[in-house]
């Protein structure tokens, strides 16, 4: 690195408002840490009406409730979602959420994106 070129910042700052959404298997999401970053994991604000039935083999997912309210199916267990509620998804489990749901959702090593296995279900 040049002595003009100032060195990178030690940190990440995101403004939801600046992130373009996108629809992927959980619904509208905007990444607002993203595998590019470098950081040691990913922070997603997701927009969840309807979500595929899906699971990662790499990656545990933190999901924190912004807003709204609705279900998740988490292997054979389902449970409500509110407002204020966490759940801690561990790789491996086939999972979905429906509502009408905002989340913040941490995704832990990054590249959770190149991670998502879509399972076909006959149930919603």
């Known amino acids: 690195m040049s002595p003009t070129t100032p060195a990178p910042a030690p ?3 995101r403004e939801l ?3 373009k959404p996108w629809m992927e298997t959980c619904g509208q999401i905007r ?3 993203e595998e590019r970053h470098q950081a040691a994991g990913e922070v997603h604000h997701l927009e969840i009406t309807d979500a595929k039935m899906h699971y990662h083999e790499r990656t545990d997912e933190f999901y924190y409730i912004l807003s709204g309210q609705g279900r998740m199916t988490l292997d054979d267990a389902e449970i409500e979602l509110h407002e204020g509620v966490t759940v801690y998804v561990p ?3 086939r999972h979905r959420a429906w509502g009408n749901l905002k989340a913040l959702v941490i995704c832990i090593p990054r590249g959770v994106l190149h991670d998502v296995h879509e399972i076909e279900t006959d149930s919603p």
Do not use: D, H, K, P
Request: proline residues 0%; charged residues 25%.
């Open 11 to 13: 940190y990440i700052r």
């Open 31 to 33: 990444t607002l840490i």
């Open 17 to 19: 408002s600046e992130v």
């Open 91 to 93: 790789r491996g489990t």
